[in-house]
């Protein structure tokens, strides 16, 4: 029995200690440490970054990073200049990034791989930004740059969806029919920035970075210079303003037919009036009174709408005039602070375009605002040029709200709805007072120009805003 017991306490000691052999055996690396923050970096390059005389039907590129690398977007994002005829293809493996070329080069030409955002690491993500990779079929590598800015004409922002093109064809029907030569990604700034170009003279555009990259639709935004560039030592430093020749048209919605919306409601055949520009019962001191109707006007008769007093007696000075949509009836007057007033609209004041007039006279009492709701204005502008005939505009929601033609570098205002607002200046060059766009081709024109103003304006009521403006 002592040997029997003794043989399994042998046997579990030597169990346990295999146990103990294989646990040391599979060591599992400490948690924590230092997150990895730092982008992958090019480790080799066959061929090497910036090497020369590289061979015509060279068809693979493989980069080589300091870490595991993933692509995110890479059609987006690689840009080949000059451009290939057929887009090459590129993906991944581990450390490896293989760019398969699928084009004969040139000769005696500097080639630029520009990969964005499209490399980043396994682990966290880490974007090497703006990485790329030169090399020549040529003895030299082109060193020439050329940078500038792209803004919208009609806002004066920025807008990151657009590209700069080059065309070394001088001809105005290149952009619409030709692959451009090169081309160059503008950031949220605006900016945009050419490298490794030879020096040579091209024509140099705006468009979308759509798959033609060409101006082929005159609803596309699109940029044009008035002269060539000239690439070289002392290339000039260029801004764009791009413009929609045409605006686009909202496609109407169309319900296919022998299909009918279930449960769908009668159409109201009777004539309805809203108060519109009444907030609460109270009337803006700087607006018009707005009538807004469901229907489309034929007639009013503005002896039978009557702005009164408490007492019912009609007031003198106002006037009634009715908008281009037809549904919409303005009530022009010189409003004072805090005066309640009736509005008073007979039965048959108005009819439709059926015929139709409303079911019932009707009073509207309404109060005009406090001038203590409203905020006084004191803009002074800094570098104002009034020889380009600025009009300030006041912005909400991209909606300009109020347009004034600036004829001194100082504006004025005792009362200004409260607030925020963006500010623009439009160089009204044909002083019609609103933003007129180009033309391109034939009988060019350049856009008028606006100008954003980066900071926004704040108007408080009940208070003096004062705001220094630098253009």
């Known amino acids: 029995m ?4 003794s043989f399994f306490i042998a046997v579990l000691s030597a169990s346990i200690a295999t146990l103990a052999l294989h646990s040391c055996a599979n060591i599992i690396p400490p948690g924590g440490g230092p997150k990895d923050s730092l982008p992958p970096r090019l480790a080799l390059a066959s061929p090497r970054d910036s090497s020369l005389n590289i061979p015509l039907t060279t068809k693979n590129i493989v980069l080589t990073f300091d870490e595991f690398v993933q692509l995110q977007n890479i059609q987006e994002n690689l840009i080949v200049s000059p451009t290939l005829k057929n887009i090459p293809t590129v993906d991944a493996h581990l450390r490896n990034v293989t760019v398969r070329l699928r084009d004969t080069l040139e000769p005696n030409t500097t080639y630029t791989l520009d990969f964005g955002d499209a490399v980043k690491d396994v682990n966290e993500g880490n ?3 703006g990485f790329s990779y030169v090399f020549s079929t040529g003895k030299n590598i082109d060193h020439f740059t050329y940078r ?3 803004f ?8 990151s969806t657009l590209i700069v093109v080059l065309h ?10 030709d692959r451009p030569r090169h081309y160059a990604r503008i950031n949220g700034k605006g900016d945009f920035v050419f490298r490794n170009l030879p020096a040579a003279t091209f024509n140099a555009y705006v468009v979308p970075n759509d798959y033609t ?3 082929d639709d005159s609803t596309k935004l699109f940029a044009f210079l008035d002269s060539s560039v000239t690439v070289g030592a002392s290339t000039r430093i260029d801004t764009f303003y791009a413009f929609q020749q045409v605006k686009k048209k909202e496609k109407a919605t169309t319900v296919p037919k022998n299909t009918a919306a ?4 009668k159409e109201d055949n009777k004539l309805k009036l809203f108060a519109g520009s009444l907030e609460g019962g109270s009337q803006d001191l700087l607006s018009d009174l707005q009538l807004n109707t469901n229907h489309k006007l034929a007639t009013i008769d503005s002896t039978k709408i009557l702005l009164c007093d408490t007492n019912y007696q009609v007031v003198k000075g106002y006037t009634l005039s009715l908008d281009t949509s037809k549904t919409r009836i303005h009530l022009r007057y010189d409003w004072k602070e805090n005066v309640p007033f009736r509005l008073v609209i007979a039965k048959d004041a108005m009819t439709d375009t059926a015929g139709n007039m409303r079911a019932k006279a009707d009073t509207i009492r309404f109060y005009t605002e406090k001038e203590s709701s409203y905020g006084s204005l004191f803009l002074q502008f800094k570098n104002l040029n009034l020889q380009l005939n600025p009009v300030l505009q006041f912005v909400q929601n991209d909606r300009i709200v109020e347009s004034v033609v600036l004829t001194s570098p100082e504006f004025k205002r005792k009362l ?3 607030g925020n607002y963006e500010l623009r200046v439009l160089y009204d060059a044909n002083q019609n007072g609103v933003w007129d766009t180009g033309r391109f081709p034939g009988n060019r024109k350049q856009p008028e120009r606006v100008q954003s103003i980066p900071t926004p304006l704040n108007i408080r009521g009940n208070w003096d805003n004062q705001v220094s403006v630098n253009l």
Do not use: C, M, Q
């Not at 002592?2 to 017991?5: A, C, M």
């Not at 070394?168 to 029919?177: E, F, G, V, Y």
């Open 2 to 5: 002592k040997h029997t017991v």
């Open 127 to 129: 974007v090497a930004k």
């Open 148 to 150: 500038g800015k792209v």
């Open 152 to 159: 919208l004409a009609e806002t004066g922002k920025a807008d």
């Open 168 to 177: 070394n064809n001088l001809s105005d029907t290149a952009i619409s029919k």
């Open 213 to 215: 990259k060409r101006y």
């Open 262 to 265: 279930p449960n769908k409601p």
């Open 416 to 418: 200004f709805k409260p």
